[in-house]
């Protein structure tokens, strides 16, 4: 039997609230019904332990973490993903979906927390293989707008979670802007990958406008439905 020829990796970023995972699962259905075998999933988190680390880095209730603890979680959960889920999925010829990826440990704790960009770089490739993904979706929004609504969404959530996720929510604006200082130095380093999305579009439009993108960059203008994964 050859070998399955090895999955996609196609990772989603932007500020919090700004509609990353709807759109992510609407281009996993969209990838589903032309045949494509595809896991979808998120960071932190993604695995058992990513779950219980997930907990821990967005709780309110855990305090005074410092922000190099913060990152060793954050590559704690990322290299578990990648051993446990992401390898192994992209191995088997499955695509991967997944809701953040090491970009985000670059906006919020190179940029956010000012630790800088090295030190990410330098963890991605001691502790996850360098791995990177074929095409990265980064959605672009206004960060009042969008920090607004990922916080009225949380106060939801928190009312039927054990736990809230409203750590991050809680930063200054002035912490969102460094973190979209970040994302936008990331996209001008690696256009090949990094592809900018305006949220501010109704959902559909931004749907159409990454199915776009998607056809263009991994299916080299190809129809999808007529590449099928083994
Ligand atoms: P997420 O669940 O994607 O939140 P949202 O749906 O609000 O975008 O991400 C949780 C938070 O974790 C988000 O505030 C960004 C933060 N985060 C980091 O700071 N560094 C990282 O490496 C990752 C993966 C997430």
Known sequence: MPLPQRGKFITFEGLDGVGKSTQMENLA???????????????PGGTALGEKLRTVLLSSRTEGLSPLAELGLMFADRAQHIDEQILPALERGQWVLCDRFTDSSEAYQGGGRELGSEVVLQLHKTLCH????????????????????????????SKTMADDENRFEKESRAFYNRVLAAYMAIAKRAPQRVIPVDAADAIATVHKKII?????????????SKQKTP
């Open 29 to 43: 259905a969209h990838l589903r019904d032309r045949g494509i075998d595809l896991i979808t999933t998120r960071e």
């Open 212 to 224: 776009g993108i998607v056809e263009e960059r991994l299916f080299s203008g190809k129809p999808l």
């Open 130 to 157: 360098d791995l990177q993904p074929d095409l990265t979706i980064l959605m672009l929004s206004d960060v009042a707008r969008t920090v607004a609504r990922a916080r009225r969404r949380n106060v939801e959530q």
